[in-house]
């Protein structure tokens, strides 16, 4: 995977930028700069606690999204949105919207390219 393929550098470019974002006409994928990602694709941000656990683009994307937005409405909205599960919690909310925006570098939770392709090359090779 490339920089230029990797969603999570999309997103972060495209926010430092103030690219467009869009969700399809059918909602399930994710347009950044004219490239379309599966919004379920998986990030190399690294939930709280977690060696192998990644948030989803879409959940990243929809803590950036609802920065302002109150607790309880960021959680109905990723509740509506079908992030029961997975979504970014409030109190992480504002570590990975300082990451998006550059205004952290947050490198004990992101996983450069090269350490996620070693990850996803054991979890391939396991018995």
């Known amino acids: 995977m490339s920089s230029q393929t990797d969603p999570l550098i999309a997103l972060r470019q495209a926010i430092k930028s103030k690219t467009n974002i869009t969700y399809s006409s059918d909602s ?17 941000y ?4 977690a ?12 803590a950036w999204l609802l920065k302002d937005a109150p607790g309880a409405e960021y959680m109905k909205q990723a509740r509506e949105r079908g992030l029961g599960v997975g979504f ?3 109190t992480e909310r504002k570590h990975v919207v300082d990451w ?3 205004a952290s570098s947050d ?7 090269i350490g996620m392709w070693n990850h996803r090359l054991k979890w391939l090779l396991l018995p």
């Open 51 to 62: 060696t192998s656990d990644f948030y989803s683009l879409d959940a990243v994307y929809l």
């Open 88 to 90: 970014v919690s409030v």
């Open 100 to 102: 998006l925006e550059g």
């Open 107 to 113: 490198q004990d939770r992101v996983v450069p390219l």
């Open 28 to 44: 399930t994928q994710l347009v950044i700069a004219g490239i379309a990602f599966p919004k379920s694709s998986s990030t190399r």
């Open 46 to 49: 690294r939930k709280p606690g």
